[in-house]
Structures are given as C-alpha cells and as structure tokens.
C-alpha cells in the first residue's frame, strides 16, 4: 500500500467535501443547508468551515 501523506479521516473529509462541491456547482441555487445534511455534515456551518479550508474561500466569496 502506497502512502499518500494524510491521515485517512483527513482523507475522508476531502472526499466528503468533493461530493458536497460537486453538488453545490450542479445545481442552479443551491442549499448550503440540505447539502450539508445529504453529504454527513453536523450542519451548514461545518460544511462552511470545510469548504473555508479546502477551498480556500468562503462560500460567498464564490459566483454560483
């Protein structure tokens, strides 16, 4: 087994976060509050918080 450098939870979040941001950019106005539920997110403002650091930006730093 290859090493990729992250803890696996950590790995697990980046996946996490993938599908959420998948999500947020395929649908026309998204609910940061529904995506945040359907992906396994304690709620809205901890998908935020990934989205903070995974991103790099704020959510509404972003043009949907």
Same mark, same amino acid.
């Given at each position: #087994?290859?090493?990729?450098? /992250?803890?696996?939870?950590? +790995? +697990? &979040?980046? /996946?996490? %976060? ?5 999500? +947020?950019?395929?649908?026309? *106005?998204? *609910? %940061?509050? &529904? !995506?945040? !539920?359907? =992906?396994? =997110? =304690? &709620?809205? *403002?901890? +998908?935020?918080?990934? %989205?903070?650091? =995974?991103?790099? #930006? *704020? ?6």
């Amino acid at each position: #087994m290859q090493e990729c450098g /992250v803890r696996p939870k950590e +790995l +697990l &979040d980046i /996946v996490r %976060f993938q599908g959420a941001l998948r999500e +947020l950019y395929q649908q026309a *106005s998204p *609910s %940061f509050a &529904d !995506i945040a !539920i359907q =992906y396994g =997110y =304690y &709620d809205q *403002s901890h +998908l935020i918080q990934h %989205f903070k650091r =995974y991103y790099g #930006m *704020s959510p509404g730093q972003i043009c949907w």
